[in-house]
């Protein structure tokens, strides 16, 4: 079983930074792939960065450029660190795993283990 915790939202202005952490417990000795997603008030939840146990990161087209997926295995931690903050970026941040790597698409069906949440609001 996996466990995680995210932690670092909160409010900022539009062009600043943020920097988010998620706590990773549990079974993280096979393959796998971690990843952040992201859910705003009304719509779906959709990925915005994922990265695999070898370092291959992947990034939504809508934070490419501006967001950064890190892992730090030997404090089992996963980073988002996102820079350029716009408005639309306002929503609730989960950190998700899965076992086995990541696929081509970053898709929330894939991932089976997320943590509660924290929350991100970008103000104009």
């Known amino acids: 079983d996996v466990q995680l915790v995210e932690s670092g939202g909160g409010s900022v202005q539009a062009g600043g930074s943020l920097r988010l952490s998620c706590a990773v417990s549990?079974?993280?000795?096979?393959?796998?792939?971690v990843g952040w997603f992201r859910q705003a008030p009304g719509k779906e939840r959709e990925g915005a960065a994922v990265?695999?146990?070898?370092?291959?990161?992947k990034y939504a087209d809508s934070v490419k450029g501006r967001f950064t997926i890190s892992a730090d295995s030997a404090r089992n931690t996963l980073y988002l660190q996102m820079n350029d903050l716009k408005p639309e970026d306002t929503a609730m941040y989960y950190c998700?795993?899965?076992?086995?790597?990541?696929?081509?698409?970053?898709?929330?069906?894939?991932?089976?283990?997320w943590g509660q949440g924290t929350q991100v609001t970008v103000s104009s």
């Open positions: 990265i695999d146990s070898d370092g291959l990161a």
């Open positions: 998700a795993a899965r076992f086995g790597g990541c696929r081509a698409d970053i898709s929330a069906a894939d991932f089976g283990y």
């Open positions: 549990g079974n993280t000795n096979n393959r796998y792939c």
